[in-house]
């Protein structure tokens, strides 16, 4: 059984549109994934800047890795190591630690992933940023 970062079993992030490293729609992560897709995270606006501004580019689809693009709250497995250069810079997005694959904890502290936890924004509409 996988296992999320609070130690319990790892739960689905998403499937609209359908998330993970192998697409089904949990934050597994093995030696394949070499960027380890382990945080659940709900995307903002912000967050999807400053991914585009580091090279990674969430928003325009790639059909032929089944990518549909992002819009600010899609729940979407991202990769431990970007998802903490946002947290650095400001813009972390929020996380769903019962989605969150416990490999992130080997990039990210639990205490750092605890502060932006959330099941479901107060707000969606703070998704979109201003």
Sequence with gaps: MERNVLGGELTLCGTDPLTG?????????????????????????DFLA?????GND????VPMFRFPGLVPG??????????????HDGVAAPVV????????????PLEVLRT???DVPDDPGSLTGG
Excluded: M, Y
Aim: include cysteine.
């Design 50 to 54: 400053h991914q585009r501004s580091i």
């Design 21 to 45: 490293f192998t697409r089904e729609g949990h934050c597994t992560t093995g030696p394949e994934d070499q960027g380890s897709h382990a945080i659940c995270a709900v995307v903002t606006a």
């Design 74 to 87: 899609d729940r979407w497995c991202v990769t431990a190591r970007n998802w903490l250069i946002a947290h």
């Design 116 to 118: 932006h936890a959330v």
């Design 97 to 108: 630690l019962a989605c969150t694959h416990e490999r992130a904890l080997e990039i990210v």
């Design 58 to 61: 969430l928003t325009t689809p």
